[in-house]
């Protein structure tokens, strides 16, 4: 099974930013279509952006030209850089992997003054 760590979450101001990552036990993890999910208390788990592995990338409409998608194939890393966070982007943060189905364990991002 891979596995799937993210890392980089934390404490933050509102209009600060976070680059989250996601680093996969795999030597394979060029072929892998990846994406980052978030989860709000008490809401359901949503879309944040995903990554094909010919580096096309998808995005949350309300997320768009805030948030940034990318990912090092020689780190076996997918990255999610976050800009001009708002108190509503508070949420765990979880990679996943569209080929294995797996999930990372998740990342708390809280923005908050």
């Known amino acids: 099974q891979v596995q799937f760590v993210e890392s980089g979450g934390g404490l933050v101001q509102p209009g600060g930013s976070l680059r989250l990552s996601c680093a996969a036990s795999?030597?394979?993890?060029?072929?892998?279509?990846m994406g980052w999910y978030r989860q709000a208390p008490g809401k359901q788990r949503e879309l944040v952006a995903s990554i094909t592995r010919d580096d096309s990338t998808n995005y949350a409409d309300s997320l768009k030209g805030r948030f940034t998608i990318s990912r090092d194939n020689a780190r076996s890393t997918v990255y999610l850089q976050m800009n001009s966070l708002k108190p509503e982007d508070t949420a765990v943060y979880y990679c996943?992997?569209?080929?294995?189905?797996?999930w990372g364990q998740g990342t708390q991002v809280t923005v908050s003054s």
């Open positions: 996943h992997n569209y080929v294995t189905q797996d």
């Open positions: 795999t030597s394979i993890f060029s072929t892998y279509a």
